[in-house]
């Protein structure tokens, strides 16, 4: 089912962006770097990124541990840290580089023309996010306090704010829709992964234009 987005103006007054396939095209980026810190590991690599494509908006708290046992590598505390590092420092570059949803800023721009409230609300940790919207140029739009990661969940930030105005939710994975029936939020399915699938009446986008 399309959604209007300009219509959406009149009904809300928090709108929340998941960021990864929302903001920015780079869920492939997230694969790639997901096939660079497992590079070693080639037979496991395509069951690796099926699954990361299948399970957008679920932590690389979870991920790792899980890819690393497919490996046959100890999901020891020590090794995981050090997995974790290192797939940080591989991914954030590729997320920065990797292509904006089209039509986000202009409908970012139309919403804080309007004095809507705007948030991020994603899966990756707090400080990365940051950092990464920060780089971006984002925080014209979002102010830092405003931009949720790991380890908050989303369901949890969701239904806080949906005490006080109504919110809607964009999202790109079975997560976000998750979140959003267990926070009693509407929701905005934008389908920028095909791996993807959610029920057929859900509002939907492809891009912002």
Not at 85 to 113: A, H, Q, T
């Amino acid at each position: 089912m399309q959604f209007d987005l300009r219509a959406s103006i009149d009904n809300y007054d928090t709108f929340v962006f998941d960021f990864d396939g929302v903001i920015k095209d780079s869920v492939p980026a997230k694969s790639k770097a997901f096939s660079l810190l497992f590079s070693s590991y080639p037979s496991v690599l395509p069951r690796i990124v099926a699954h990361h494509l299948a399970n957008g908006g679920i932590s690389r708290d979870y991920k790792l541990p899980l890819y690393m046992s497919w490996c046959g590598i100890d999901p020891s505390d020590i090794n995981v840290s050090t997995y974790t590092s290192s797939f940080s420092s591989i991914v954030s570059s590729l997320v920065i580089n990797s292509p904006f949803v089209l039509g986000i800023y202009n409908y970012l721009e139309f919403l804080s023309s309007n004095s809507k409230r705007l948030y991020i609300l994603s899966a990756t940790p707090q400080q990365e996010i940051i950092d990464i919207s920060l780089a971006l140029q984002l925080t014209q739009y979002f102010s830092t306090k405003n931009i949720y990661g790991h380890p908050a969940t989303k369901s949890s930030i969701l239904q806080r704010l949906s005490l006080t105005s109504p919110v809607l939710f964009f999202g790109d994975s079975l997560s976000d829709f998750q979140s959003s029936i267990d926070s009693n939020v509407d929701f905005v399915f934008c389908s920028t992964n095909p791996s993807v699938t959610i029920p057929n009446n859900t509002p939907t986008i492809s891009s912002f234009l």
